[in-house]
């Protein structure tokens, strides 16, 4: 008992004596002997990477999207004759942003009642979007779950005032939208 306590004591008081790495006064570098307010971004850039130095690193959850590694694609379960089910499985798990333009000639808070009733109806049916209005007449849906976006421009492409949907560069016209309907959303006059 009294060898198990000693020995516990004994750790404890060499415990006191162990110093973290310190530079002696000489031996620090130039940067490290500044006067803080002097620092430069590059400074501040060593001492950040000195204060990370010994962390572990972050879970590939916990990493910004752009560092995330990507899912592997299983092309042997894709149909490479359909090229949106190759898009949709490249963008799983990414960020995607898709723009939707509402026919006729709508004022600002005419469209973003609009968009917002399209909105709410896919957070109905389980599709995550924020949306963002950028004209009168146009709005970005942002997708965190990418794959997610087609099956929103399915949706969005049957609505009645829905005249384009771009994902990817890639316009869908909008069904319900009569032909004389120009790009911009104004009708086409002779």
């Keep these: 008992m009294y ?10 008081s060499l415990s006191f004596y162990v110093e973290a790495k310190k530079f002696k006064e000489d031996e620090k570098p130039a940067w490290a002997k ?10 501040l850039e060593r001492l950040l990477d000195q204060w990370e130095e010994d962390e572990d690193p972050l879970e ?3 990493l910004p999207e752009h560092l995330r590694p ?10 490479m004759n359909n090229p949106e089910n190759l898009l949709k499985a490249s963008k799983k798990g990414k960020t995607l942003m ?3 333009t509402v026919s006729g000639n ?7 009642d609009i968009t917002k009733l399209w909105q ?6 389980h599709i995550q979007a924020e949306r963002y209005m950028i004209d009168d007449n146009r709005a970005i849906f942002m997708f965190k779950e990418g794959s997610q976006a087609w ?3 399915d949706f969005l492409v049957e609505q009645e005032r829905c005249l384009q949907v771009t994902i990817e560069n890639k316009d869908y016209k909008g069904k319900r939208v009569p032909e004389a309907e120009g790009e911009d959303g104004s009708k086409d006059e002779l």
Excluded: C, G, Q
């Design 34 to 43: 500044k006067d803080i307010r002097d620092y430069t971004d590059a400074d």
């Design 106 to 112: 709508p004022t600002r808070a005419e469209s973003e």
């Design 60 to 62: 590939p959850d916990e």
């Design 98 to 100: 898709s723009f939707v």
């Design 151 to 153: 099956e929103a421009k």
């Design 120 to 125: 709410t109806s896919l957070w109905n049916n």
């Design 3 to 12: 060898k198990h306590l000693l020995t516990v004591l004994l750790i404890a």
């Design 70 to 79: 990507s899912e592997p694609l299983d092309m042997s379960k894709l149909d």
